[in-house]
């Protein structure tokens, strides 16, 4: 467009300067994205080795000729985020999850000021290098998955700033160092998933996360004891794999939503305690391969009981089997292998497998081998069919227990000298 030749040269500019203004009100006009998430979008996919984006991945359509919010789901922006009018002019990023395509880069050269990112996904990729402190830039975050990458280095401590997060994933990457206490402040977390990392030291106190019913910090270095003050709102707990020591508090018997607990593989002693058995909700608990060398009887007998699946295996069990685990009204797997147990296999225990009573479950897992029990096999056991019930009573000392029983199969019973030496236990 030219400039009128009677125009003097001062008025000359004045229009220049109105031509490009209003050129640049039409281009705002027509962009609907905030250039801000514009600019982090495109700050991501720089960050990304150019070789991990493959054809057809989400961030491999991604054109920045053309605005992101208006081309949502075209054949330019296929998929990876989400957009949301924040005015009647104004769309901005609410959630940016990623395709699970292989993309590798590191994100510490990006802002993330992205301040109405609700969710952030980046799961199942290859990024690496540690999570970056501007994270905590993302204030309205609700959920952050992290899962299945190489993250390094130590958790941020600047995580417990969101204060909006209600679901944090940091799972199967090679993260280590602490837990950060500062992930207490994190009022509204429902679900902390940080198994599958190097994570050592004690796990912090989370009294104060009121809302979480999900924790697994599983298949970690996590040491020392397990904290006397939990969230009441949980539902299941999952430490199995660590190095906690000491044995299980008290203060578990007051989370009265806990419907599962799994602190196997462990280092867990003392007695398995009795307030376990009369929980108002467990339902599986799992304390195999820890070294726990009794159990403790409930005063109820455990005939008030939730639970279904018990797993006491692999620990230093001794005594008699208890008398009270086959009156569980509900229980209905049971494993108690390669322990100490000796004397003869409780009748109770058979007709539970065989005959139950009257609303009352029946043991469809009975595992009993490697222990020293000894005896006749309970005659309610004898005619049992295979595939009824999965009952093991291999590796014992049981008097005659051929292996055309299937309960008998999977190794012999110990031999007569090993059996002696344990005990007076062969009449």
């Not at 050129?23 to 801000?36: D, H, N, R, Y």
């Not at 081309?71 to 924040?86: A, E, H, K, P, W």
């Amino acid at each position: 467009m030219g400039v009128p030749s009677n125009l003097s040269p001062s008025s000359s500019s004045l229009a220049v300067l109105l031509i490009t203004v209003t050129t640049l009100q039409l281009l705002g006009a027509e962009s609907k994205t905030f250039w801000g998430d514009i600019e982090a979008l495109k700050e991501l996919k720089n960050a990304l080795d150019p070789t991990s984006v493959s054809p057809g991945s989400c961030i491999s359509s991604w054109d920045f000729k053309l605005d992101p919010c208006d081309n949502i789901f075209s054949d330019r922006f296929t998929c990876g985020f989400r957009c949301d009018l924040v005015d009647s002019a104004t769309s901005r990023l609410t959630e940016l999850s990623l395709d699970q395509a292989g993309y590798s880069g590191s994100l510490s050269s990006i802002s993330w000021n992205l301040p109405y990112l609700q969710t952030l996904d980046l799961s199942n990729n290859f990024f690496s290098g540690s999570i970056p402190d501007s994270l905590s830039n993302l204030t309205r975050l609700t959920r952050l998955g992290l899962s299945g990458n190489s993250f390094s280095g130590s958790i941020p401590a600047s995580i417990g700033s969101l204060s909006n997060l209600e679901e944090l994933y940091l799972d199967s990457n090679s993260l280590h160092g602490a837990i950060p206490p500062s992930l207490n402040r994190l009022a509204s977390l429902k679900r902390l998933e940080l198994q599958g990392n190097q994570l050592s030291g004690e796990l912090p106190e989370l009294g104060s996360l009121q809302n979480l019913f999900y924790l697994d910090a599983s298949n970690n270095v996590i040491s020392g004891q397990i904290p006397l003050t939990l969230p009441s709102s949980l539902l299941q707990i999952s430490m199995r794999n660590n190095s906690l020591q000491g044995t299980v508090p008290e203060n578990i018997k007051h989370l009265g939503f806990l419907q599962v607990l799994d602190l196997s593989h462990n280092q867990l002693g003392g007695s398995v305690p009795s307030y376990l058995f009369e929980h108002p909700s467990l339902q599986q608990l799992t304390l195999s391969f820890n070294q726990f060398s009794s159990v403790q009887p409930p005063i109820s007998l455990g005939t008030q009981s939730e639970m279904i699946a018990l797993d006491l295996s692999n620990n230093q069990l001794k005594g008699l089997l208890p008398s009270f685990l086959p009156m569980m009204p509900k229980l209905s797997a049971l494993t108690l292998e390669n322990n100490k147990f000796m004397g003869m296999i409780p009748t109770q225990y058979a007709f539970k497998v065989a005959v139950p009573g009257s609303g009352v479950s029946a043991f469809e897992r009975l595992l009993l081998g490697g222990n020293y029990l000894f005896g006749p096999i309970p005659g309610p056991l004898l005619g049992l069919k295979p595939g009824s019930a999965n009952v093991g009573l291999a590796d014992n000392c049981l008097y005659r227990c051929p292996r055309v029983f299937f309960f008998c199969q999977g190794g012999d019973q110990k031999s007569l000298s090993e059996c002696r030496s344990f005990g007076p236990i062969i009449p």
